[in-house]
C-alpha cells in the first residue's frame, strides 16, 4: 500500500504557526480534495480539531497517542492512504511513508509546527510529477517517491 505523507509547507519548513491554527494559507486544498477523494485520511487528534467541515467522500481515522501506527495501516484495505499531519502524527508515520506530496508556499514563519515536529532520519526524495497550483505565484505540488 502506498502511504502518502501530503502537506503545505512554508519555504521553511512549517505546516502551521502553532497546534490549534487552522490552515487557511494553503492553495491547494482543491488538490487535497481531489487526491484524497475515496482514501483512507490519517490524522492526527490537533488537526482534526481544527478542521471546519467533514471531508466527507474520506474514511478519516483520528489518531491519538496511544494508537500503534503499524496496527493502523495493517487495517487498511486500499491501495494508498493518506497521511494529513500534523507535525506529530506526520513524524509518528515517518517510517512508513512511501510518498510525499509537498506544495511550498511562498512564506517563512519563522517559528511553528514542523513538518516532522520529532527528528526524524534523513531520506532521499525522487520526484515524480509535478502538478501547478498558482504559478504565477510560483506554487506547485510536488510529489515523490522515497528512495
Ligand atoms: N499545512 C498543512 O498541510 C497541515 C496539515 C495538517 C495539519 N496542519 C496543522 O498542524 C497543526 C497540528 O499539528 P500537531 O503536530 O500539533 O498535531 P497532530 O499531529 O494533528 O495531533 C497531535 C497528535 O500527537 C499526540 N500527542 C499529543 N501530545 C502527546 C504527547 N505528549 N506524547 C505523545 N503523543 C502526543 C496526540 O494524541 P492525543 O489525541 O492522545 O492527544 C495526537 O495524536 C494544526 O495547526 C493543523 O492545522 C497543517
Redesign the pocket.
Known sequence: MDVIL????TQDG??????????T??KDLHL?KEQTMGFPVI?????????QKALTGRDII??????NPGEILKNLNSEKCFI?????????FFDYLTHAYL?PHPLIFGE??PLF?DSVKEMELVLEKKIPVLPDAGIDQYQYKIK
Not at 490524522?43 to 478542521?51: A, Q
Not at 483520528?62 to 494508537?67: I, K
Not at 500534523?86 to 513524524?91: C, F, P, R, S
Open positions: 501530503i502537506a503545505a509547507v512549517f505546516i502551521a504557526r502553532h497546534k490549534s491554527e487552522t490552515v494559507w494553503s487535497f490524522m492526527g487528534s490537533n488537526t482534526f480539531n481544527c478542521i483520528v489518531v491519538h497517542r496511544n494508537d494529513a499531519g500534523g507535525g506529530k502524527t506526520n513524524a509518528r506544495t511553528g509546527i515536529s
